[in-house]
């Protein structure tokens, strides 16, 4: 994908994400992970503490990386969390290439959530 394809895309799935949550604001890079890592977990709690909340995100880059092929999904514990594994090591990035590629697979997750709901 083009950088403008991405910057369009994700701006279309911000919007996206904005209009499901009813929120007033796009949301960032991060709301976008704890959303995708609430989705993966199933379950929906008023509040988490911060720890879960970091393993929300931690779940959704996995689950996002994993359409590369760096992580692959091994089950779920007695609680119900998802883990990964990683498969392939990470090349090394700038943070501008890592939120790069976390954005096209986001964008991607959106794209396979809307085939499924309609």
Known sequence: ????????????????????????TLPDLNTVLFLIGMQELGRWKKSFTKEEKQDLMHIAVCRLLSQEGFFEFVGRDEDGWPHYRQALEMPKQETSEQEKLLKINAIRYFQEWEKEDQ
């Open 1 to 24: 994908m083009e950088d403008w394809q991405i910057d369009f895309e994700w701006l279309r799935t911000q919007h996206l994400v904005q209009d499901t949550m009813k929120r007033e």
